[in-house]
């Protein structure tokens, strides 16, 4: 049986209770049912009338809402401890951590409107949100508008498109595959660039120094 006609029969059994109960698994990281997958064809449904469209809806959001609050309870009540106590294994420092939070408080709010779209990645935004322990406020203002935009963006290729949906979503995940790869790319190289401007600019402050002395 492929991941579409698992999705089909549990939408069979289990109806708006899959959309809360299965899209928490989907942020735990078990992806059963997949997440992209079982929101689209609910979209479908809603469209085809098998299921009330608000109710579907409200569910998808209500489920995506407690998948990140689930994963971001564990991140901040077990994340920390266990990288601390383990890290050391796979060249992890406490230091490394507090560097992460750093880097986080420039721009990561913002990041959290997105990162919901990278595949892959989903599923450990709420974990890693939690280990770095970003505040309940800053996950209700952005980590859930994130995921709404998530839910919106899936369900609403289904509603929108009927029939079609399956072909629709293949060519979004493709392109959001896409999109995210030349996205790291570029943040790799601009984090490289910045480096290196960094450490001249440090070397030319450091040939001045000389020559004063």
Excluded at 32 to 50: D, E, I, R, V
Excluded at 98 to 124: D, M, S, T
Aim: aromatic share 16%.
């Amino acid at each position: 049986m492929n991941a579409m006609a698992f999705v089909e029969r549990l939408f069979e059994h289990y109806g708006y209770l899959l959309l809360l109960l299965g899209l928490p698994l989907d942020f735990i990281a078990l992806p059963l049912p997949p997440g992209n997958s079982t929101l689209a064809y609910a979209g479908y449904l809603a469209q085809a009338g098998k299921l009330s469209a608000w109710p579907t809806l409200g569910a998808a959001l209500a489920g995506a809402f407690i998948g990140v609050t689930v994963t971001y309870a564990l991140g901040c009540r077990f994340g920390e401890p266990l990288l601390l106590r383990y890290g050391k294994y796979v060249f992890l420092k406490p230091s490394t951590l507090e560097r992460v939070r750093r880097a986080y408080g420039k721009h990561g709010n913002k990041a959290l409107l997105i990162l919901f779209f990278v595949p892959g990645l989903r599923q450990f935004v709420g974990y890693f949100i939690g280990v770095i322990r970003v505040p309940v406020r800053t996950v209700i203002l952005y980590a859930f508008p994130g995921t709404a935009l998530w839910v919106l963006f899936f369900f609403g290729i289904g509603y929108r498109f009927g029939g079609h949906w399956e072909d629709l979503l293949k060519t979004a995940e493709r392109y959001l595959g896409i999109l995210s790869v030349c996205a790291g790319a570029l943040l790799i190289g601009f984090i490289v660039w910045k480096k290196r401007r960094t450490s001249s600019k440090r070397e030319r402050e450091a040939e001045r120094m000389a020559r004063r002395g």
